[in-house]
């Protein structure tokens, strides 16, 4: 196991899997200024990490993220120019871009507290997990701002359905685990104590698979959106001719011939 560290969050590299997780575990991991743009840098560098397949966000002593920091971060807002506001809302737009343009699959383990902007983290990961205590809010409107915020207005809708995403934007109220797994926003929910691992094992079996593949499909799960069915039909014609000239598409050929399972390499 690797472990990698930053100022701000924690990191373990271990049998492809990056297992993340914010390291304020006292204030329930919320994010400051410089922990914004750590993880934004750390994302923009996964994708062209090959010894990393996919990523597990975990939660930090029984919660996942408080969001933005009050301290650190509402209350400077409060005295900074239009300038330096743009800098910032920018800042933090550009890791939820990062995390969606960063080829590797995001399982994302939430427990306990999920608001804010750990719940726009949530939101950009590919895959959520949560238990019966996670409680999701999207509670910027209860700090005085509009609920459009990191992409929510463009993303959420997808996930939920754009009345679903109304309500919680507009009142910033909390979603239950089992409202967000009847809703298709939590995959799956689980017991706190299995938390973890079955994120893991999430993050296991698709790193399994072939990443050249993996990172295609997350691509064009983000950019069909803003396509026309012709367009996305199209972008999916060239992204699997690009994928059938890849080692891996070979080996799964003469994996079943030989009635074997495939050991897919990510080339
Ligand atoms: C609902 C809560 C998150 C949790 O409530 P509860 O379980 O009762 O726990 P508390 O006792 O309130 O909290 C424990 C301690 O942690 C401190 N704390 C909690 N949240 C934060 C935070 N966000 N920043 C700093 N510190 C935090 C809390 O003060 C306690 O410490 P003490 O024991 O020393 O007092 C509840 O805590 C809560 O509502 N927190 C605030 C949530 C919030 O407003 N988050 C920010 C939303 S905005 C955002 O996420 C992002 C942006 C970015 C983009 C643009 C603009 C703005 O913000």
């Given at each position: 196991?690797?472990?990698?560290?930053?100022k701000?969050?924690?990191?373990r590299?271990?049998?492809?899997?990056?297992?993340?997780?914010?390291?304020?575990?006292?204030?329930?991991?919320p994010?400051?200024f410089d922990s914004y743009?750590e993880?934004?840098?750390?994302?923009?560098?996964?994708?062209?990490?090959?010894d990393?397949k996919?990523?597990?966000?975990a939660?930090?002593?029984?919660?996942?993220?408080s969001?933005?920091?009050?301290?650190?971060i509402?209350?400077?807002l409060?005295k900074?120019s239009?300038k330096e506001?743009?800098?910032?809302?920018r800042?933090?737009?550009?890791?939820?871009?990062?995390m969606?343009?960063?080829?590797k699959?995001?399982?994302?383990?939430?427990d306990?507290?999920?608001?804010?902007?750990?719940?726009?983290i949530?939101?950009?990961s590919?895959?959520?997990i949560?238990?019966?205590?996670?409680?999701?809010?999207?509670?910027?409107?209860?700090?005085?701002?509009?609920g459009?915020?990191?992409?929510?207005c463009?993303?959420?809708?997808?996930?939920?359905?754009?009345?679903?995403?109304?309500?919680?934007?507009?009142t910033?109220?909390?979603?239950?685990?089992?409202?967000g797994?009847?809703?298709?926003?939590h995959?799956?929910?689980?017991?706190?104590?299995?938390l973890?691992?079955?994120a893991?094992?999430?993050?296991?079996?698709?790193?399994?698979?072939?990443?050249?593949?993996?990172?295609m499909t997350?691509?064009?799960?983000?950019q069909?959106?803003?396509?026309?069915?012709?367009q996305?039909?199209?972008?999916?014609?060239?992204?699997?001719?690009?994928?059938?000239?890849?080692a891996?598409?070979e080996?799964?050929?003469?994996?079943?011939?030989?009635?074997?399972?495939p050991?897919?390499q990510?080339?």
């Amino acid at each position: 196991m690797i472990s990698t560290d930053t100022k701000h969050f924690l990191c373990r590299i271990e049998d492809g899997i990056a297992t993340v997780s914010l390291d304020r575990p006292e204030r329930k991991n919320p994010l400051t200024f410089d922990s914004y743009a750590e993880m934004r840098d750390w994302f923009r560098d996964l994708h062209y990490d090959d010894d990393v397949k996919a990523v597990a966000f975990a939660p930090n002593g029984g919660n996942f993220s408080s969001g933005g920091d009050v301290h650190d971060i509402i209350g400077p807002l409060t005295k900074m120019s239009m300038k330096e506001l743009l800098a910032f809302t920018r800042m933090t737009g550009d890791l939820v871009k990062a995390m969606v343009n960063c080829g590797k699959p995001i399982i994302a383990a939430l427990d306990g507290v999920c608001v804010g902007a750990g719940a726009i983290i949530a939101m950009a990961s590919d895959i959520r997990i949560a238990t019966p205590e996670t409680k999701t809010a999207f509670l910027f409107t209860r700090v005085g701002l509009a609920g459009c915020d990191m992409g929510a207005c463009a993303i959420l809708p997808r996930i939920i359905g754009q009345g679903r995403a109304a309500e919680l934007l507009y009142t910033g109220r909390s979603m239950s685990a089992e409202e967000g797994a009847a809703w298709g926003f939590h995959n799956k929910v689980v017991a706190a104590d299995e938390l973890l691992a079955e994120a893991q094992s999430w993050a296991t079996r698709i790193a399994a698979g072939p990443n050249f593949g993996h990172m295609m499909t997350k691509t064009m799960l983000a950019q069909e959106w803003s396509m026309s069915i012709e367009q996305a039909i199209e972008a999916e014609a060239q992204a699997q001719a690009i994928c059938m000239q890849t080692a891996d598409f070979e080996r799964a050929y003469q994996a079943f011939v030989k009635k074997e399972k495939p050991l897919f390499q990510g080339d």
